[in-house]
């Protein structure tokens, strides 16, 4: 874990030196889970549960027009949804915390007075630092166990408005979907299998950096 934390910091740095906008995101992130136990056999009354996430990162302009940008950022988010077996009558939780480098280009759409429409699409690898499986009354702790992936990779598209407070600062409201495999996809069949759907919707601020000629 420590070397995953390293990296990402070390990679920001470098990033910052070749960056024009300094930006950070937070909101609610409500995840779906797509289960099967060990024999295939889904779970029907899967429940997702609502929780939070938070990106911080740089965004640099790709082209003279000021539409394409780059973004590059450390993001946090927390997973988690509430099952039932009504054949075996088992209670499942799923509580589980990502660490990550998130990466993806923002495309703008149009501009309506004062506002910015963008369109995003964002590809991140993240790693497992805390999460934990509850099976009726016994809690598991899912880090370091061979059926997870410490490292999940997810893609994630959707869409964001900008709309600037000041000369240097822009207020940024946005929504992403976003998809991905919890446990290793490398299953034989008698492992469970566990699939992770996420909607983030989110709030925060587009800051300027002194070098950046950037219009917001």
Known sequence: MRYGLLSVLCFLVVFKCYSQQLFVELGKSNSGFDYKNSKGQPLDNLLSKSNTYMEIGYRDVLNKNQTLYLSVAAIYSDYGAIASDRVLNNYFEWDV???????????????????????????????????????????????????????????????????????????????????????????????????LNNHQFGIGFVVNLPSCNCSL
């Open 97 to 195: 915390s990502y660490l990550g480098l998130n990466t993806g280009l923002d495309v703008r759409l149009f501009r309506l007075r004062d506002f910015s429409f963008f369109l995003r699409g964002r590809v991140s690898v993240e790693y497992l630092i805390r999460g934990t499986q509850t099976l009726n009354d016994q809690v598991y702790n899912l880090v370091g166990e061979a059926e997870f992936n410490n490292y999940i990779f997810f893609t994630r598209a959707g869409l964001a408005m900008q709309y600037p407070i000041s000369r240097s600062t822009a207020l940024v409201a946005g929504y992403t979907y976003g998809k991905t495999v919890l446990i290793n996809g490398n299953k034989t069949s008698d492992q469970e299998s566990l699939k």
